[in-house]
């Protein structure tokens, strides 16, 4: 693992609840980069309220060395929260893009855990069918798709209604009369 820390410091746009921590471009990173297996943990330090802020490793990787500087975004609420409740805190930019802020006591429980907190997609994809297969079982009788849906939802919230009643259906082939 190759752990790379920042200050997180204003973005500069009218929301002032947007934070940002910029990954700037380095020659040692391209040797990151290019290694498939090597896990690169970017992370951001909120001075202001002792908190730390990251993002899915699966993400930044990618966008190592870019741009002379890559900007990932957080939220203050949510670092703010992060400090309240001196554990790790989940937050979703309007894009959709996650990322986690959480109290300095829990950065080791978070590197420990990386993977939990940021599966990678073929992990969360094989999580969502299992997860669909179960939630279609137990709404097989009932025939409500609509409740089922709101189920898988619920726990995968970054998926279409649609993707989600397409792989409950795939499910429910088998099963006679069952309809939406």
Request: hydrophobic share 40%; proline share 5%.
């Amino acid at each position: 693992m190759v752990m790379y820390i920042k200050n997180m410091s204003s973005a500069y746009f009218a929301n002032e609840d947007i934070t940002r921590a910029q990954l700037p471009k380095r020659n040692h990173f391209d040797m990151i980069k290019n290694d498939k297996d090597a896990l690169f943990v970017f992370i951001g330090y909120d001075s202001f309220n002792d908190v730390f802020v990251t993002w899915p490793p699966e993400d930044v990787k990618p966008r190592i060395n870019t741009k002379a500087n890559v900007s990932f975004y957080s939220r203050r609420e949510i670092q703010e929260k992060a400090r309240a409740t001196s554990g790790i805190v989940v937050g979703y930019l309007k894009d959709g893009s996650k990322f986690m802020a959480g109290a300095l006591s829990a950065l080791p429980e978070y590197l420990s855990n990386i993977d939990y907190y940021f599966p990678s997609q073929d992990e969360i994809k094989d999580d969502l069918d299992l997860f669909c297969s179960k939630v279609a079982q137990k709404y097989k009788d009932s025939y409500s798709m609509l409740d089922a849906v709101e189920e898988v939802l619920n726990r995968f919230p970054d998926y279409s209604p649609s993707e989600i009643a397409e792989i409950i259906e795939r499910h429910l082939a088998d099963t006679p009369f069952w309809r939406r």
